[in-house]
């Protein structure tokens, strides 16, 4: 028994620590009603090319509400540098639709589908 327990919680850690690693492509998907986090961000962009600013603000909010419950899932799970730069990216969203402004939105908006993608 000693022998058996020698070898199993070594591996049975492993085991656990790798499942946490790889883990990131499922936990960055949507678990619950509200943290649907790409489709937000979509809803973002078509707000924000019909100039419809309220709305993009609101699913602006909703966007960030999401990302604060998905970073906690997916922390051990990701790169530090891609959950700070989504982070980064939604402020700078936040920004253009304070502004106003479509031009400097779109490629921020792109820029997080594409470290989206990546996550995990």
Do not use: C
């Not at 602006?60 to 530090?80: D, L, N």
């Amino acid at each position: 028994m000693r022998k058996f327990l020698l070898y199993a919680i070594p591996i049975l850690f492993m085991i656990v620590s790798f499942s946490i690693m790889i883990s990131g492509i499922w936990l960055k998907e949507p678990l619950g009603s509200d943290d649907h986090l790409l489709s937000y961000i979509q809803n973002v962009e078509e707000n924000v090319k019909a100039e419809n600013w309220e709305q993009a603000d609101q699913e602006h909010q909703k966007a960030e509400r999401a990302w604060r419950k998905i970073s906690k899932r997916v922390q051990y799970s990701v790169e530090r540098d891609d959950m700070m730069a989504i982070t980064e990216v939604l402020s700078r969203i936040e920004g253009g639709i304070k502004a106003k402004d479509e031009p400097t939105i779109l490629p921020d908006i792109y820029y997080f589908y594409g470290i989206w993608k990546d996550l995990g």
